[in-house]
């Protein structure tokens, strides 16, 4: 459990400790689609799923986390196949709902990760459309 900077609550993590000397944070995780993903702008606020699963941490919760410091950003993926790409960044943050969590910073590719091929619009602001169908 940890309490960011002007969180004002704690809030249980997933702490991945076997990876690029561990202490990572998880924020998202996906594994054989249990969990739907298709979810309102106020389940992506808060999260949902299952820590020890698949689930998303909650918006709120990133924008506290990376708004107390300085974070580095790195991306696990396994493609249907088995094989396996990291990428990481010197720095992430995204702002809060106000802003719409949009991706603030987003620092540079660092050279050691095994594929550059993962690449981010910051500049686009969240759109609804993007994700769900409003009816």
């Known amino acids: 459990m940890i309490q ?13 400790n076997s990876v690029d000397g561990g202490k990572w944070t998880v924020f998202q995780r996906r594994m054989d689609g249990d969990v739907d993903f298709y979810r309102t702008w106020d389940e992506y606020r808060e999260g949902f799923g299952f820590l020890q699963r698949e689930f998303w941490l909650g918006n709120d919760k ?21 094989n396996a790409y990291h990428a990481k960044y010197n720095l992430f943050r995204i702002s809060d709902e106000w802003s ?7 620092g540079s590719f660092l050279p050691e ?3 550059g091929v993962f690449t981010f619009h910051w500049w686009l602001k969240y759109d609804p ?4 169908v409003v009816m």
């Open 4 to 16: 960011p900077d002007d969180a004002p609550e704690p809030f249980n993590v997933f702490c991945n």
């Open 62 to 82: 990133l924008a506290y986390l990376t708004n107390q410091g300085e974070y580095e950003l790195r991306i696990d993926l396994v493609n249907k196949i088995g």
């Open 100 to 106: 719409k969590y949009r991706l603030v910073d987003l």
């Open 113 to 115: 990760s095994t594929t």
């Open 129 to 132: 459309s993007f994700c769900l």
